[in-house]
């Protein structure tokens, strides 16, 4: 048998760990005693278990998030914020990505709402759908450049394609009727596709009044697309009068910021 052949063909093929698994037992004198069948399967096996590290390490990449190192594991539940655990162990299955369903979280500025987001975002990545973060002014700001350039289908795609999409500052700002437009076509898009979760300082009875001022059928069309099959997590401080932000929480040491 010519080994150097076989190697040559496997690194042609773009399977590089199988092949130096190969190399490794063809020097490894206790592999003698292994039957073939178990050997082949380890060679298969190191070569799966590379290419599916390799696939997440694609989605983590292009799902752009703000926060990579975000964890349902790393979650504190006793930082003084009232975080539904249940719920958010249920939700980091991505049972709900397989039903279409989204995810509204709220809560005050330096809350963790990103944070929590974020780690869904890991947990749909790790479960190898595709992933896409966003902040809602940089959505629109994209959307309104490509509308101008006549490339809005194009540029709609890459907010529509991914199966996970997580829209950050959401309704931070009042909308004119021309980003609700563009918001709506998204929304539309997605809707019985594809999940989104929607990150907002702003609770969800208040995101009419930030749609238009409310007084457009936009807004109903939006929040009729996006309400009634949505999980929702407020967070909320146990005591205000003592409340952190997380962000004060898990930032440096004063000392060690000089």
Known sequence: ???????????????????DMFVNQQKDPNMAGIPFEERFGMLVDAEYASRKSHALERLVKRAEQEQNDASIAALDYHSGRKLNKALIQKLASCEYISQYRNIFITGATGSGKTYLACAFGMEACKRFYSVKFTR??????????AEDRRTLENAL??????????????????????????????????????????????????????????ESTLADAIMDRISFDSYKINIEYVDKSVDKSMREVYGLNPSEAQ
């Open 1 to 19: 048998m010519n080994n150097s052949s076989t190697i040559d063909k496997l690194i042609e093929m773009r399977m590089t760990t199988m092949s």
């Open 136 to 145: 809602l002014p940089d959505l629109l700001i994209d959307l309104s450049a």
């Open 157 to 214: 795609q890459k907010y529509t394609k991914p199966t996970l999409l997580i829209i950050d500052e959401w309704l931070l700002f009042k909308l004119r009727e021309n980003e609700a437009r563009l918001l709506l076509e998204v929304i539309h898009k997605r809707r019985r596709k594809s999940s989104t979760i929607f990150c907002s300082q702003f609770e969800e009875k208040d995101w009419y009044d930030q749609i238009c001022e409310g």
